[in-house]
């Protein structure tokens, strides 16, 4: 069977944040870019959902925070804990220095197409779906394309430089062989939806009980619902029973009770088995990894999405103007990875003490629930509120747009 031939400056594996946003930047700059997402569309719903503060500044900075919060989404600007019927505030955005100065909570694909919409407006950028790559094409020792399946049969894109952007389950960084380090976590999350009548609360929350932990994301018309377990234990609640996890869900959101035999059978109930880890080296000549191909993260204040934003917006800037001029180094792709590295570890570094210094104490708790002692200071102290608005909102150095609108454009 004849193989497909393509060629781009930058082969793009994964259509997701940080695959995406890559694109457009590199395509703005007037870096030729191939996008390969290897699903038919976005709709996913494991994807994150909360569009942070950092994530609508750099919206802002592109002239497209506008079209893109016309959009349907909720706002949230202050987190809280809810335990019965005590609210605990703990973050508030409203005080932090930038545009809009809240999360934006909106389904991904929704802002996925919307990148995808901005990005064909500039004619380097190419977005092929149902693209899957299955390996790299390497020639004395430097990668120098991919091999793709696609409906209409083997693809092989030859690139001065594959972007690894393709998740936690990365095909490109398992073909490259890039060491991966394992911080482990200590959590898994079973996810499943509840539909939400307008009488229900507006607000996304995060829900406390005897020995359980819920979120729940408001997505207007049915809730998404993270419920917290430790990591493992996904059978024993199985074996415990579909009834009484309908108990445990409605003892956590009394407001949803009467809907809890909406969940029929466990064929609604999704196991998300949480990871930490990272890669030790993010590259090797003529490939990077970046998001969660290179660190992946916990869904532990839903910094995920930005944090891989973030590093596409990094990259970009380092390698637009090398890309376009051919002259991409082993230097360049190593400063990505000075950039964004340290801000992945402080955020790992957080995510591990929140899981083991709260939310695992609350998964082993009996008896009656009680609030854990900074979530209690922090309610008490509003001030207090606007750390970790900044640690979940802006995060460890947040990156700015550098790459200027290439002339050609």
Known sequence: MAVELASAQCCIAGGGPAGIMAGVLLARAGVDVLVLEKYPDFFRDFRGDTIHPSTLELMYELGFDRALLRLPHQKVTEI???????????????????????????????????????????????????????????????????????????????????????GRHSTVREKAGLALDDIGAPIDVLWFRLSRPKSDPAETMARLGAGHFMVMLNRDDYWQCAFVIPKGDAEKVRQRGLFAFRKDIAELA?????????????????????????LQQWYRPGLLCIGDAAHAMSPVGGVGINLAIQDAVAAANILAAPLREKRTRLDHLRAVQRRREW?????????VQVQNRILRPILDARGEPKPPFLVRLLDRFPLLRRLPAYAIGIGARPEHIRTPVFAGH
């Open 80 to 166: 809280a804990f809810h335990v019965g019927e005590r609210e605990f505030k703990v973050a508030d955005c409203s005080h932090l220095n930038v545009h809009h100065p809240f999360v934006a909570l909106m389904p991904q694909w929704d802002f996925l197409n919307f990148l995808a919409e901005r990005g064909a407006q500039y004619p380097g950028f190419r977005l092929r779906k149902s693209a899957e790559v299955t390996g790299l094409v390497e020639r004395e020792g430097r990668v120098t394309g991919v091999r793709v399946n696609t409906r209409e049969g083997d693809l092989e894109v030859r690139a001065d430089l594959v972007l690894g952007a393709d």
């Open 254 to 278: 009394p407001f949803a009770k009467d809907r809890v035999e909406e969940l029929s059978d466990w064929d609604g109930v999704k196991l998300l088995t949480v990871q930490i880890n990272r």
């Open 343 to 351: 801000p992945a570890k402080i955020t790992q570094a957080v995510q």
